[in-house]
């Protein structure tokens, strides 16, 4: 497609499950960003992956959250043992050359853990 | 560290007024870049515009342009002849020049309403 697609739109889950939220970039960026909005913490930068260099996790909140990146393009990030504090909407963006370029946003995952 | 102030929560606009978004920020870097993002309920984040640090010239967009003044860190965003496809939250955000990750900061964003 044209622009950065994320699935699923909305995502409910019983707290303690673990989830997968997938993000599919823009075709040809080699940067790709994953940003958490939610109420309490506004919009906070999670991880960021470029090409094949080793990602920077710096963002991510706590062990339970990963992130991988396969082939340099799709992306999925993963809540273990979901908490409550975890709702949020998950935003996933990228980049044709990081340093320079505008980074483009997919319509997020709404995460809701009960 | 880097911070993005947006101090007006809420802001409010007559259908073909113009309306100034306000927007302040705190860096020690001389180069970096300045984005007004816009997010309508359907949470898609769209780019509205965006200013290179180094550039003295404002952006400007259509409807939209900015004041950016360097050295009292401000950016702010007008929009002209609003309308009603204007209603939003509006996010001023941050980036380093290069380095190693240049990630977003994000201010807390104005929801703007439209009245007809």
């Known amino acids: 497609g044209a622009g950065v697609s994320q699935s699923p739109s909305n995502k409910v889950t019983e707290k303690g499950k673990d989830v997968e939220l997938r993000c599919d970039p823009i075709?040809?960026?080699?940067?790709l960003y994953w940003y958490r909005q939610s109420l309490g913490q506004g919009l906070e930068f999670l991880i960021y992956f470029q090409g094949n260099s080793a990602p920077d996790k710096s963002g991510l909140p706590s062990d339970r959250f990963s992130a991988e990146r396969t082939g340099g393009s799709v992306s999925t990030l993963t809540i273990q043992r979901t908490q409550q504090e975890d709702s949020a909407v998950y935003l996933c963006?990228?980049?044709?050359?990081?340093?320079?370029?505008?980074?483009?946003f997919g319509p997020g995952t709404r995460l809701l853990v009960l | 560290a880097q911070t993005v102030t947006q101090s007006q929560p809420e802001m409010s606009v007559q259908e073909a007024e113009t309306v100034t978004l306000s927007c302040t920020y705190d860096?020690?870097?001389?180069?970096?870049?300045l984005f007004w993002y816009k997010q309508p309920p359907s949470r898609q984040m769209i780019l509205v515009i965006r200013q290179e640090a180094y550039k003295q010239q404002n952006a400007t967009e259509n409807r939209f342009s900015v004041n950016f003044q360097k050295a009292a860190k401000s950016f702010s965003l007008k929009i002209s002849d609003s309308q009603l496809g204007d209603a939003a939250m509006y996010f001023c955000?941050?980036?380093?020049?290069?380095?190693?990750?240049?990630?977003?900061?994000f201010g807390t964003g104005t929801l703007l309403a439209v009245q007809p």
């Open positions: 955000a941050y980036r380093a020049y290069g380095g190693a990750t240049n990630k977003l900061i």
């Open positions: 075709s040809g960026h080699t940067a």
């Open positions: 963006a990228s980049s044709s050359r990081p340093s320079q370029e505008t980074q483009y």
């Open positions: 860096t020690s870097e001389s180069d970096y870049y």
